[in-house]
């Protein structure tokens, strides 16, 4: 997991200034989705899903965004299935962050 979250870290810091590491942002991003895929889903994949998604929309590749936002939203589906509760499922999929995520995951989707 650790090595996912460096590859996301730097994938961000490589985003917001591209001189800092030798690969683009995306690079750092799918190699974290590469070792993400052979782990168990978490909140990271979500996240680095989002960056990925993020990514390919604003470099015009529409076609690829949309398989991972709605790659993303099943996953937040997914992960607030977990909880017994309606409640506990309004609480996790209304943080800031996953709130954020789900509305950008469906900008994504809609858009042409």
Do not use: H
Not at 4 to 19: C, D, F, P, V
Not at 20 to 26: H, K
Request: glycine share 2%; with cysteine.
């Amino acid at each position: 997991y650790l090595e996912i979250e460096r590859y996301y870290l730097i994938g961000k810091i490589a985003a917001n200034n591209s001189t800092l590491f030798p690969e683009s942002a995306v690079f750092y991003f799918i190699e974290a989705f590469k070792i993400m895929n052979d782990l168990n889903v978490n909140e990271t994949s979500c996240k680095i899903i989002l960056e990925l998604s993020k990514y390919y929309f604003e470099r015009g590749n529409v076609l690829k965004a949309k398989e991972f936002a709605s790659y993303g939203k099943s996953l937040l589906n997914f992960l607030a299935s977990q909880f017994r509760d309606e409640r506990s499922k309004d609480i996790y999929l209304n943080s800031s962050y996953r709130k954020d995520a789900w509305e950008k995951f469906t900008e994504i989707i809609v858009s042409e």
